[in-house]
Nanobody, 126 residues
Framework: QVHLVESGGGLVQAGDSLRLSCAAS????????MGWFRQAPGKEREFVGA????????YYAESVKGRFTISRDNVKNTVFLQMNSLKPEDTAVYYC???????????????????WGQGTQVTVSS
């Protein structure tokens, strides 16, 4: 597994932006699909988006498409989630996750990911 640590969460107002970071260490990072999930109180964990190992392909949930952007820096072993035009319904704990290395499919289901960060809280006030 790879060790993942998220940062960048906080309290913002609706319409603001935040950038989350996820620093990876341990297992090779460069050949793993990286994903972002979130979990709001009382709700199941849901897929937000993911990026291919090379960074050339991304996939997003409909609820965030056009507002969120995922990128990665394979030199710094870091993946980012840029969140713009935040809404109160984006309030959740955001988790970074890694698929096992070598997979090409960008999975949208949590069980496809074998490494998870501890999460970072994002709260959007109206």
């Amino acid at each position: 597994q790879v060790h993942l640590v998220e940062s960048g969460g906080g309290l913002v107002q609706a319409g603001d932006s935040l950038r989350l970071s996820c620093a990876a260490s341990g297992r090779t990072f460069n050949n793993a699909v990286m994903g972002w999930f979130r979990q709001a109180p009382g709700k199941e964990r849901e897929f937000v988006g993911a990026v291919s190992s090379s960074g050339t392909r991304t996939y997003y949930a409909e609820s965030v498409k056009g507002r969120f952007t995922i990128s990665r820096d394979n030199v710094k072993n870091t993946v980012f989630l840029q969140m713009n035009s935040l809404k109160p319904e984006d309030t959740a704990v955001y988790y970074c996750a890694a698929e096992p290395p070598g997979r090409l499919v960008i999975a949208t289901w949590a069980s496809a990911y074998d490494s998870w960060g501890q999460g970072t809280q994002v709260t959007v006030s109206s």
